[in-house]
């Protein structure tokens, strides 16, 4: 079965064709970073206008590139921006329609994960770990589409809280990236970042303590992210090194515990942050050999369709068609 994703939760506008879960054939993304750099992160009305403009032909590209036609649709119906949301399920639904093929609604998160099964041999339960810009969430999986949440951020995602302290150190949208550039010649010992705990709640995450103790190192005791900073250059390059080791680690030793005590043998990790070079070598560092690792390929860290058209073939299998109308879920966890 052939599935065309499309995917505009936010500020990418994706499409790919993928066959059977699986085999990607196309995978096409149209990135929107350089027009949302100078509000400092996602005008949601210009990516709302951007997406208008670009996905028909983000979508005939994919089509062409993978030379087939498509079986079904898959869009993202949430989380995400609303009115990027009703962008890509207006299309698909269009396009199901006037093609007279099915069309399915897929949840985001769920295809982050989904996106490092790809072209992998997963043996279930997996322990699943989502860390992207908008969530954080560690689950016990029992296929691609059924699991238990068993702990997530009680307050910022793990990727918004790189993008504001990428802000504080005065470092382009979007931050992770070049957080994990300056971070390369930083010593994180120079200050004491620990991995965040929450009481009571041994899964679960939180990133606004180590959030403020990057602002008060960058800008002093109870200051503004937009102040005058109070550390020199390389100073900046420390405190990069101390955030993101001490935001990664909190991920690792969970994850690794979680996957252990629930039987695990494999580990897939999916979103933005599953891009960080120190994210991986820990993970391959600390796990012990019985537990096999999944991080997203190529092209499937990022927002992109292919994981919206790999997770839709299972969404069908499943459930069958949804309705053409779908209704946006831009608040949807999972
Ligand atoms: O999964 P994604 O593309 O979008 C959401 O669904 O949220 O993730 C984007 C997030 C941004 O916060 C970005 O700063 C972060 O992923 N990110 C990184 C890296 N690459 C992207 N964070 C840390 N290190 C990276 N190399
Ligand atoms: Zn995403």
């Known amino acids: ?27 096409i993304i149209l990135s929107q970073t350089d027009l949302h750099k100078n509000y400092g992160g996602v005008f949601p009305e210009l990516a709302c206008r951007r997406h208008l403009d670009f996905m028909l032909p983000v979508i005939q590209e994919a089509l062409d590139v993978a030379g087939v036609e498509p079986d079904l649709i898959a869009v993202t119906q949430g989380p995400g921006l609303i009115g990027a949301l009703i962008m890509g399920i207006n299309a698909g639904g269009g396009l199901s329609m006037g093609w007279d093929i099915p069309l399915v609604g897929v949840n ?15 043996e279930y339960p997996a322990l699943g770990i989502v860390v992207s810009g908008g969530h954080t969430a560690m689950m016990l ?14 307050d910022d995602a793990i990727g918004e809280s790189f993008d504001k302290v990428a802000r504080m150190l005065d ?26 705990r929450v009481k009571g709640r041994p899964m679960d995450f939180s990133f606004s303590g180590l959030k403020t103790k990057a602002l008060y190192a960058i800008k002093g005791p109870g200051g503004h992210p937009d102040g005058p900073n109070i550390i020199s250059e390389a100073q900046k390059k420390d405190v990069a090194a101390a955030f993101q080791l001490a935001a990664i680690e909190s991920i690792v030793y969970k994850g690794i515990e979680a996957a252990v005590n629930h039987g695990c043998r ?15 070598e820990l993970f391959v560092s600390q ?19 292919a994981m919206i058209a ?25």
Request: glycine letters at 10%; charged letters at 20%; proline letters at 8%.
């Open 171 to 196: 470092l382009p949208y979007p931050g992770g990236p070049e957080v994990e550039k300056l971070a390369k010649n930083g010593d994180p010992k120079q200050f004491d970042f620990k991995p965040c």
């Open 141 to 154: 999986m029992q296929s691609p589409l059924e699991y238990e949440i068993l702990g997530k951020t009680v």
């Open 266 to 280: 494999h580990l897939l990790l999916g979103g933005g942050v599953s891009n960080n070079a120190l994210l991986r």
């Open 287 to 305: 796990a012990p050999p019985t537990l096999s690792l999944h991080f997203p390929k190529k092209g499937l860290c990022l927002d992109n369709a």
């Open 310 to 334: 790999g997770l839709g073939y299972h969404v069908y299998q499943n459930e069958g068609a949804h309705e053409i109308g779908l209704a946006p879920l831009p608040k949807t966890m999972i």
């Open 1 to 27: 079965m052939f599935v065309l994703g499309i995917e505009s939760s936010c500020d990418e506008t994706a499409a790919a064709v993928v066959k059977d879960g699986q085999e990607i054939l196309s995978n």
């Open 108 to 122: 985001h998160v769920d295809a982050h994960v989904y996106a490092a099964s790809m072209g992998e041999e997963i």
